[in-house]
């Protein structure tokens, strides 16, 4: 890759950020359509957030991305919001033109294309969707979900504040489809996720120093389902092998990865991402983490 005075960056703000494959992924899709950017990391939590994005604001950037602890943070420190990202309240993605800073967010895009590639046979409209976590890609996911017209969101985390807040938003601005569990209520935490068609831990737990962790005992899962992990590194979570012993269908976050990059090049670059290489990438990069 030839970086040069005209080299347009981009950097992904959020702390830790060593499990990421986003990088390669995104430099790799660069070269291959003839896009002069550049994509790194920058490791920041919410203190110096403000300072960071006033740096870029001044400096020869696309745009940057945006994950965890940021993605609601953020939104205080852009001048325009995409009409479905301000409903969902939280942006993985920003870009820069003529100065201005806009969010968007592709995760539940990204979501969504990969829930359709990977389960076609889940029928949105008559699914009940059981979601752990209710940080930045469990508003982006869920907000999705509730806008595609899913019959039934449960959702529960720890920080009863923002499992609130994202229940609110969800019947307030979507659809009265969302309602919160309380973690604490074992019993009836595992009903809730029994009688759910879909199984999704948006928390984290799982990867990096927590790989031996998972949030979602086996007993409370029931085969059949789909158990859904955001995490793509390691591609096969605690969680998510515990769910293929029982019998569950299992989804990693790899394609939801792959998709809300694709939208994310083509918000910053205004060309077509190319998908295939991608994709070859990023299974290249698993494969070479696994060996």
């Known amino acids: 890759m ?4 005209n080299t347009k960056m981009v950097t992904l703000l959020g702390k ?8 390669r992924m995104q430099n790799t899709a660069y070269k291959a359509a003839g896009i002069n950017m550049l994509y790194f990391y920058t490791e920041v939590e919410n203190d110096f957030l403000p300072d960071v994005i006033n740096g870029i604001r001044h400096m020869n950037f696309a745009g940057f991305a945006v994950t965890k602890p940021n993605k609601e943070e953020v939104m205080k420190y852009v001048d325009e919001v995409d009409p479905l990202c301000e409903k969902m309240n939280a942006s993985n993605t920003v870009v820069i033109k003529n100065g201005v800073l806009k969010a968007y967010n592709t995760d539940g895009i990204g979501f969504y294309r990969a829930l359709k590639e990977e389960a076609p046979e889940i029928d949105i409209s008559d699914s009940v969707f059981f979601c752990l976590g209710a940080g930045g890609a469990s508003r982006a996911i869920c907000s999705v979900l509730a806008h595609k017209g899913a019959k039934k969101l449960i959702i529960a985390s720890r920080t009863l504040s923002k499992v609130e807040k994202l229940v609110n938003d969800i019947n307030e601005k979507f659809a009265p489809i969302a309602e919160q569990v309380d973690i604490q209520d074992l019993e009836l935490l595992k009903e809730k996720i029994k009688s ?6 948006n928390t984290g737990l799982g990867m990096h120093v927590s790989y ?6 086996k007993e409370y899962l029931k085969k059949g389902q ?18 293929e012993e029982v019998g569950c269908k299992i989804m990693n976050g790899l394609g939801m990865s792959l998709y809300q990059g694709a939208e994310q090049i083509e918000l910053w670059s205004g060309k077509n991402a ?12 698993l494969s070479n983490e696994e060996n």
Do not use: G, H, W
């Open 196 to 201: 759910s068609d879909v199984v999704m831990n």
């Open 274 to 285: 190319p998908i295939e290489t991608m994709r070859k990438e990023l299974m290249s990069i």
């Open 2 to 5: 030839s970086i040069d005075i």
């Open 16 to 23: 830790p950020l060593s499990q990421s494959y986003a990088a």
């Open 212 to 217: 031996d962790k998972t949030p979602i005992p």
């Open 226 to 243: 789909l158990c859904f992990d955001a995490i793509y590194n390691p591609s096969k979570t605690r969680f998510l092998l515990e769910a």
